[in-house]
């Protein structure tokens, strides 16, 4: 359900108001809106102003959104009222209607404090602006977990740049600092994110080696130390998973091409936290030492995550068509063999509305199928739900990957 933008709305959110997470959910059953202002939606940090002297940098930047509401250190030792900024590329013109901020708890320290003043500015030509302010909060302690201040909306345009400002601290009790964040998140309307054709090639950094080839939607690929990986691309976005040929781990990856042709994301192995990595690319011989897989199409045994729906329903979005085209066509094969197509939700939202919507995007992926000429005379559609998670839910990582579409196939 979205929230109408009243003038009771607009005088909640200038007086920064507080508002239980846990009442919010309780009083609608379909899941929150799309969080555009997350790395797991396709915001990439690019750059970070004040924050060389205070040790605030990329990964700071990335913490603040990476969907997860725990609280972080992003500023050491800095003076009252310190500035830092943090510069965000988006994968496409988005128009943002709310901005908020979860959790806002202070440490029991005398030393460390949430930070105080909050400024969004955007930007619709480039990293360096000029930058339009689009909200504003001066925050204050929540009395527990679970709750959210939303900020003051100033401006509603579209934007392809944002700019997340931190100032000072809520409990000054030093001349220098600590300073905490939790998470920004956006909310809005995004323009559709074209295809990307950049996961070809190999990659190399700090502790990670990978090759990749795409075609279409799809992509495989290898990483050291001898791991296959498999997955599909929506928009700008990789999400895969990987299986250690030698030892059977698995491990997941949600990757994005980066500046110069680099190569950023986010990974867990084993069902471990994610963890940030990226390389630059590097030509074969310098890239991981195992065998890449060509790409072919999608079929009995897929995991898909770049099959696109509406929010809040079964409408198959535009840039799905070529993940269907491949999976239609891979399926040609099965004759009478027997296909379930399984839609899974993560854990947002009531379970029982979950349930309903993961049969009802199921059912829609079947329908496309069928209307794609695919002649399989045993083809279901089934919903799992939020029942079966491949990844944590508590960070949108995870919960962008648990949102699939999983192929099963049978005699």
Not at 82 to 94: H, K
Request: proline share 6%; net charge negative.
């Amino acid at each position: 359900m979205m929230l109408k933008w009243t003038m009771q709305t607009a005088f909640a959110a200038a007086m920064a108001l507080v508002v239980p997470m846990t009442v919010l959910a309780a009083a609608e059953e379909a899941p929150p809106r799309t969080d555009y202002l997350s790395f797991a939606q396709g915001a990439l940090p690019v750059a970070v102003i004040g924050g060389d002297a205070v040790k605030a940098g990329l990964s700071q930047a990335m913490q603040a959104i990476d969907g997860n509401p725990g609280g972080y250190l992003f500023a050491s030792k800095a003076a009252v009222d310190t500035r830092v900024e943090f510069v965000y590329r988006l994968p496409a013109m988005t128009t943002f209607d709310r901005f908020a901020v979860p959790n806002v708890l202070e440490t029991p320290s005398p030393s460390q404090t949430f930070t105080r003043q909050l400024e969004v500015l955007g930007s619709a030509q480039g990293p360096q602006g000029p930058f339009t302010p689009l909200a504003r909060a001066d925050l204050k302690t929540h009395a527990a977990k679970g709750q959210v201040s939303e900020l003051q909306m100033l401006e509603r345009q579209p934007v392809r740049w944002i700019k997340l400002a931190l100032t000072g601290g809520i409990d000054i009790q030093r001349d220098a600092m600590f300073y905490e964040f939790s998470e920004i998140v956006g909310n809005g309307a995004q323009d559709a994110v074209p295809l990307s054709e950049e996961f070809n090639g190999s990659w190399r950094g700090r502790g990670f080696k990978i090759a990749l080839q795409q075609q279409g939607a799809v992509v495989s690929g290898c990483y050291e130390p001898n791991g296959e990986l498999h997955g599909t691309v929506s928009g700008n976005i990789l999400r895969a998973r990987g299986i250690g040929r030698d030892d059977g781990v698995e491990s997941l990856f949600i990757l994005m091409p980066d500046r110069d042709g680099a190569l950023t994301g986010v990974s867990s192995s084993n069902g471990a936290p994610f963890r940030p990595l990226g390389g630059d690319p590097v030509d074969a011989a310098s890239g991981p030492r195992c065998a890449r897989p060509q790409p072919a199409d999608l079929g009995c045994g897929a995991v898909i995550h770049a099959i696109r729906f509406g929010y809040n329903s079964a409408e198959l979005r535009s840039e799905s068509a070529p993940v269907l085209d491949s999976l239609a066509h891979g399926l040609q094969s099965v004759g009478d063999g027997r296909v379930t197509i399984e839609g899974h939700t993560s854990s947002e939202g009531d379970a029982a509305y979950n349930q309903s919507l993961s049969e009802r995007r199921a059912a829609a992926v079947v329908a496309a199928l069928q209307h794609r000429g695919l002649q399989v005379q045993n083809l279901s559609a089934v919903g799992k739900g939020e029942s079966q998670p491949i990844a944590s839910n508590d960070d949108e990582a995870g919960r962008s990957l648990n949102r699939r579409v999983e192929v099963v196939c049978s005699e």
